[in-house]
């Protein structure tokens, strides 16, 4: 929105450098701080996540503690111009006590960094104090701040604590939807306020707030957003405070519109019984199973929930994760239970993040409160190649019709039809493929799990295993190593000498049903673990087989707690299935591999077993597996996959059998033949580390012809 006001802006190297000399001074002084001092130091490390230990943390402490001062100093020349105050005298610490004593503001009490600064005889602190009218004169005090603050904390350090500063562009767009005149809004990690201030401390407008309830459990953060606050001449109170421990009834008022970008704090980053805390309050508040993984973001959804009724509105700043992550399952049902969702608008994630040093991408949530019985609309997924501006992309969060846009794409999907249970960040991005003209996978072929040993360490072996040990192979079967140890797209039997050569595991004890000699086990379940029914153990066995798994309870480090093996009978006796001619990996980080299976092996549950039906030849086969390993239908294998913690991608046989495919007996022969010549040329290619994406490219040419 152009105000037609003239921003200006007080930062400067100048002002930074000021700063980081006094930073300096008072680092040194920590090194050799007092007992006093030493335990303001880790009362405030407690609060913040640091370390007392580690190398970096005076510095961090030492230079928020510059910044903090310089905040308050400007705090109290603006009450002194006011006639609230006398003119600063040049001590800060009575300063601000006065300050404390005459205004009563929060602000101004002292908290563990004022401990530290007055500690430090050589600080040179008037340097500091001396800055306080530059702040006054910026027009945009929240940027000023959060910028000052970027350049005194590193990114690495911010990212520890999830703080990153809101985009200029991003909060006023927020704002303004999610606010008009005379409202009270909510800020819950405020910060330094960038998402509530008015857009010009200088011209009231129509969307300015009527008042702010700014929250934030961090001293310096809520100071950083009070003093944006009050120099954007916005009737606010600030509540220091953990946003967890807020309640409707503290903020004395009803709330029109929530503003939040919460800090993105990752679940290991909690302390353990902080995060036990958060879980059952989220639990207790929604009646839902919240995944103890989920981050510090997430429980901001679920507690600021409370704070709204059905005339309110919600915009919400987040990684976008919880799309597709498992923990964002029950976040996904809070939400639309709980909300008419308007919209969510993401930037590109090929572009990467608009924030600094974040990992991640970050979608905007657009919330209208609902009550249980009321009706939903459309909600639009929203991504933003390149910015067309605040007033475009309100157009579209409110009534944009769907489709390509020349600075994005717009996806309508009514949410009623959303599923929590599938991943929602593929909205994002358009299909050009019409899969009603495709088959379900299962029309063509039976997909099941592959066989569970219960402890592969222990009955997949290597040849180097089947050597030292003397089993003899008619004990054995073929396995197909795991997918890590398989590159490219298909298993041959001439590649058996180099599975041997690298040591991987490439036989499976397979042939073994009951064996004379081998114990019975008896399994314990309160224990955990199991037992030999008889004393046989340790006795010389002329089979090696059965002197293997005689000693295998014993020797074996985990054998023996494996639930799996020791409920089977006899617990030796591994699944039976079939060979697979065609191999899914269902797990991967990056793109699902299917391969072509040229020999007897048979395959563990790493892989699911895709067995066609007998109408479709070996042709028929590779041309099938040229289309899925194409290009083409990597869009449609993530519209099926979930996200599990940690970012990796799973299928299950349930999502292939769903899988759209190309039915091969439906095709011209000359195509079939094309498709699976092409199939051919690339696991060629990958066995000689070739680059495929050539006959990718000719494969998905071929697929969109025909398709």
Not at 262 to 289: F, M, S, V, W
Not at 468 to 476: A, Y
Not at 585 to 595: D, W
Request: contains cysteine; aromatic residues 8%; charged residues 25%.
């Amino acid at each position: 929105m152009s105000i037609g006001l003239r921003d200006r802006s007080v930062y400067s190297d100048v002002l930074v450098n000021r700063l980081e000399k006094t930073a300096a001074d008072i680092e040194s002084g920590i090194a050799d701080a007092s007992p006093a001092v030493k335990e303001s130091v880790a009362s405030w490390c407690d609060l913040h996540g640091f370390v007392p230990s580690d190398d970096e943390t005076s510095s961090i402490i030492a230079h928020q503690a510059v910044f903090g001062l310089l905040l308050k100093a400007t705090l109290y020349e603006w009450c002194h111009r006011r006639g609230e105050l006398p003119k600063f005298d040049g001590d800060a610490h009575e300063q601000f006590q006065l300050a404390h004593e005459e205004t009563g503001d929060p602000a101004f009490s002292p908290c563990e960094l004022d401990e530290i600064l007055w500690s430090v005889e050589e600080a040179n602190t008037v340097a500091v104090t001396e800055a306080r009218d530059q702040l006054l004169e910026s027009t945009q005090p929240a940027t000023d701040i959060g910028r000052l603050y970027e350049a005194l904390i590193s990114g690495e350090h911010r990212r520890v604590l999830g703080q990153y500063r809101t985009p200029r562009d991003l909060a006023e767009l927020m704002r303004t939807w999610a606010t008009s005149g005379g409202d009270t809004v909510l800020d819950p990690g405020m910060g330094a306020g960038e998402l509530s201030v008015p857009f010009h401390p200088d011209w009231e407008i129509s969307t300015d707030p009527a008042r702010v309830d700014g929250v934030d459990r961090s001293p310096l953060a809520a100071l950083m957003g009070r003093v944006a606050q009050t120099i954007s001449g916005q009737r606010h109170e600030t509540h220091r405070t953990d946003f967890f421990e807020v309640s409707l009834g503290d903020l004395g008022g009803k709330v029109d519109s929530t503003v939040c970008n919460p800090p993105y704090t990752r679940h290991q980053q909690l302390p353990t019984e902080y995060k036990d805390k958060l879980n059952r309050q989220a639990e207790n508040q929604t009646e839902l199973d919240i995944p103890r993984t989920s981050p510090l973001y997430a429980y901001f959804y679920y507690h600021l929930r409370q704070f709204l009724d059905t005339e309110s509105r919600a915009a919400v700043l987040t990684p976008h994760h919880f799309l597709a992550r498992e923990y964002g399952k029950a976040l996904k049902e809070f939400l639309l239970r709980e909300f008419d969702v308007k919209a969510f608008v993401m930037s590109d994630p090929d572009t990467g993040s608009r924030f600094e040093n974040a990992e991640t991408t970050e979608v905007v949530a657009f919330l209208e409160p609902k009550s249980a019985d009321s009706d939903t609309g459309v909600t639009r997924f929203i991504r933003v190649d390149e910015n067309p501006g605040q007033r475009t992309i309100l157009e579209a969060v409110r009534n944009t019709e769907q489709g390509e846009r020349a600075w994005g794409f717009v996806n309508c999907i009514n949410q009623a039809d959303l599923d929590p249970e599938r991943k929602w960040d593929v909205f994002f991005d358009p299909i050009d493929i019409e899969t009603s003209i495709l088959t379900p996978f299962s029309e063509l072929a039976d997909i099941s799990r592959g066989l569970q040993t219960g402890e592969n360490d222990f009955f997949c072996l290597s040849q180097a295993d089947v050597e030292s040990t003397g089993i003899d192979t008619g004990f054995l079967s073929r396995m197909v190593p795991p997918p890590r140890f398989v590159d490219g797209y298909d298993v041959r039997p001439d590649d058996w000498p180099k599975y041997s050569k690298q040591d991987r595991p490439m036989w499976l004890l397979y042939h073994v049903d009951s064996v004379e000699g081998v114990p019975e086990t008896t399994y314990d379940a309160e224990a955990e673990c199991a037992d030999w029914c008889d004393s046989s153990i340790g006795t010389k066995s002329a089979s090696a087989v059965v002197e293997y798994l005689c000693h295998g309870l014993p020797d074996h480090e985990t054998l023996q707690t494996r639930t799996t093996v020791h409920t089977r009978d006899p617990w030796y006796r591994v699944e039976r299935g079939d060979t697979a001619p065609i191999l899914i990996t269902p797990m991967t980080r990056s793109k699902v591999r299917v391969l072509l299976n040229e020999t007897d092996a048979r395959h563990l549950n790493s892989y699911y077993g895709i067995y066609p039906e007998s109408t479709i030849g070996r042709t028929e086969q590779k041309a099938l597996l040229a289309y899925l390993n194409s290009g083409f239908v990597d869009s449609i294998v993530s519209r099926h996959q979930h996200t599990l913690a940690g970012g990796l991608d799973k299928l299950e046989p349930g999502d292939v059998k769903k899988l759209p495919v190309i039915d091969p007996r439906e095709l011209a022969d000359e195509v079939v033949d094309t498709l699976a010549e092409y199939f051919d040329d690339l696991r060629e290619a990958a066995r000689r580390s070739e680059d495929r994406a050539a006959i990718i490219n000719q494969i998905d040419t071929v697929l969109q012809r025909e398709l």
